[in-house]
């Protein structure tokens, strides 16, 4: 599904990504985990057309990156920090407005679903600039599935939500892959990464420095790995984060 080259992003005389070489199957989920400025914002937002290398190449589902851009825009969903979703517009309308942007068979019954899915049924005629954090984190997801796409990237999905939803969230996340979809998810939290994921890629300093198969991991050990390639990358935070 992904393959990636020699993928480097710089940000004049800053590299935000090193010699980046990963593959990533098709039905395979992918977990990212990594310090703060390890770049694995900057690898997802490639993923998603939303930025474009400085030197590498990119396929996606066969296609090259910067060449069929438009093309692979319509085979993935994309959930990052920002809600990429209209304030102005009710709940449902966003909904609609992405799915006919993609062509949605049977639209009403699709985003019908999706608001009960996420938990939004009741907030559907709410301008979405009304929402909480964690209700627009809720909408963005339902925005990023509405098509339905063969690779969903999600940049730190939990963030914001509550214990119901990141409840609701693990449960969609485990049937995208069910029905064999590719996930590619960045996290700070070991243990989720371990529950939903089959392979785990570790990030430090824009280089893909370890990657492993999360069975027969436990998160201890991925923790003692980690650890061992990132070292003094690791934040206070990571570290309460990752012993949690």
């Not at 990533?24 to 937002?45: M, S």
């Not at 990429?84 to 449902?92: A, K």
């Not at 980690?226 to 934040?235: E, H, L, P, R």
């Amino acid at each position: 599904m992904i393959q990636i080259e020699g993928l480097v992003k710089s940000f004049g005389h800053t590299f935000a990504l090193h010699e980046i070489n990963l593959d990533v199957a098709e039905g395979q989920f992918l977990a990212i985990v990594g310090p703060n400025g390890a770049g694995k914002t900057t690898l997802l937002r490639i993923l998603a057309t939303l930025l474009r290398p400085t030197s590498g190449h990119v396929n996606i589902d066969g296609l090259d990156l910067v060449s069929h851009s438009g093309e692979i825009r319509r085979r993935i969903g994309f959930v990052s920090h920002q809600s990429l979703t209209y304030g102005r517009l009710t709940v449902e309308e966003n909904l609609r407005f992405y799915g006919r942007l993609y062509d949605v068979a049977e639209l009403e019954e699709r985003v019908d679903s999706l608001l009960r899915v996420v938990g939004l049924d009741a907030r559907r005629q709410d301008p979405a600039r009304t929402l909480s954090r964690g209700m627009q984190q809720r909408l963005s997801i339902a925005r990023a599935i509405v098509h339905q796409p063969s690779l969903l990237l999600l940049d730190e999905p939990y963030t914001g939500l509550d214990q119901q939803a990141a409840e609701m969230l693990r449960t969609l996340l485990q049937t995208v892959n069910a029905e064999s979809r590719t996930v590619v998810m960045t996290t700070h939290n070991l243990q989720r990464a371990l529950e939903l994921c089959d392979t785990v890629a570790i990030l430090s300093s824009g280089r893909v420095v370890h990657e492993t198969e999360s069975e027969p991991l436990s998160a201890d050990r991925l923790r003692e790995i980690y650890w061992a390639y990132v070292g003094n990358g690791m934040t206070r935070e990571h570290a309460e984060t990752w012993h949690s």
